[in-house]
């Protein structure tokens, strides 16, 4: 599983091209905290069919949420191994799992693992995590935006804040989840939530045509000016024209440094992005066929 920490590294498939890569926000630089987002990427194939796995989180990082920099590398993990798990366990040559299930199966993976971590690293404070691990969970609150594509569909989930976009190749621009009216100013839902179970938004989209299926925390689209997110989908456009000019190496290679200066001119937050370069549906079929056998290949309720 790439988790993208030292830089954007291109992850293959019969699918298409996947990278992701996070930058520390300038206002973070310049306070000396950490990088609060985290990103992982993984791809294989089960039962034959291929698939790719992307994760993005945004740890909220007030005082409240100290410890959201491990919550966020904790729901990135936790997204990725649950899909995976599910994938390997099924029998039925589908290897989709249904989307409610999944957020809670996520959620609760996430739980254990954070309290894992407090425990082993002496930060189970706060309260009794055994009557009411909240507080705990708390200090580790994140947001998790998750993406699954096979070669006919992509199965989406949110929880708080950011963006999942799909650019196809002829420019237009899909917002498969819609923007959730709860979600004002900087305020976020959160994996930490008492009634996280309905903060979970999640879609189902066809491959089709493919394109560019971005994932990025809130620190990007808020690094666009004007009226509207125009500009922020500008760029999002502008990735498919510079991937065919310039080629996905290069693309990838210049991301972070396309993020630093987001940050550095815009919103001074931390800038996490996950982008695949999906193939049409037709033609990663056609790929399937000529390789033979099969390879492996917010701060929640106040800031985000």
């Known amino acids: 599983m790439d988790r993208g920490a030292d830089g954007p590294s291109l992850c293959g498939s019969q699918l298409g091209w996947a990278f992701g890569c996070s930058t520390r926000g300038a206002s973070h630089n310049r306070n000396g905290k950490p990088c609060?987002?985290?990103?992982?990427?993984?791809?294989?194939?089960?039962?034959?069919?291929?698939?790719?796995?992307?994760?993005?989180?945004?740890?909220?990082g007030d005082r409240r949420h100290d410890l959201s920099h491990r919550g966020a590398a904790l729901a990135v993990e936790a997204g990725v191994e649950e899909v995976v798990q599910s994938l390997s366990a099924a029998t039925t040559g589908d290897p989709g799992t249904p989307a409610a299930p999944l957020?809670?199966?996520?959620?609760?993976?996430?739980?254990?693992?954070?309290?894992?971590?407090?425990?082993?690293t002496g930060d189970c404070t706060g309260g009794d995590a055994a009557e009411d691990p909240h507080p705990v969970l708390t200090r580790y609150g994140t947001t998790l935006l998750l993406a699954v594509a096979t070669r006919e569909r992509i199965l989406l989930a949110q929880l708080g804040d950011g963006d999942i976009l799909l650019v196809r190749p002829d420019g237009r621009v899909e917002s498969p989840l819609e923007k959730d009216p709860a979600l004002l100013g900087s305020v976020t839902?959160?994996?930490?939530?008492?009634?996280?179970?309905?903060?979970?938004?999640?879609?189902?989209?066809?491959?089709?045509?493919?394109?560019?299926?971005?994932?990025?925390?809130?620190?990007?689209?808020?690094?666009?000016?004007?009226?509207?997110?125009?500009?922020?989908?500008?760029?999002?456009?502008?990735?498919?024209?510079?991937?065919?000019?310039?080629?996905i190496e290069r693309v990838?290679?210049?991301?972070?440094?396309?993020?630093?200066?987001?940050?550095?001119?815009?919103?001074?937050?931390?800038?996490?992005?996950?982008?695949?370069?999906?193939?049409?549906?037709?033609?990663?079929?056609?790929?399937?066929?000529?390789?033979?056998?099969?390879?492996?290949?917010?701060?929640?309720?106040?800031?985000?």
């Open 36 to 60: 609060q987002d985290a990103v992982a990427i993984w791809s294989g194939t089960f039962l034959a069919e291929p698939v790719m796995v992307m994760a993005v989180a945004d740890g909220h």
């Open 189 to 247: 839902h959160s994996l930490s939530s008492r009634n996280v179970q309905e903060c979970w938004h999640t879609a189902e989209i066809p491959v089709n045509t493919g394109g560019v299926l971005l994932l990025a925390t809130d620190g990007l689209s808020d690094s666009f000016a004007g009226p509207g997110d125009e500009e922020f989908l500008t760029f999002a456009r502008s990735l498919v024209d510079r991937i065919h000019e310039f080629g």
């Open 103 to 120: 957020t809670v199966r996520i959620t609760d993976r996430w739980t254990r693992k954070t309290l894992s971590d407090a425990a082993a």
């Open 252 to 304: 990838a290679a210049s991301l972070p440094g396309w993020m630093d200066s987001f940050s550095r001119q815009g919103s001074g937050d931390d800038i996490t992005v996950a982008l695949a370069w999906l193939e049409p549906e037709e033609a990663a079929g056609q790929v399937a066929e000529q390789a033979g056998e099969p390879g492996t290949g917010g701060r929640e309720g106040e800031e985000g």
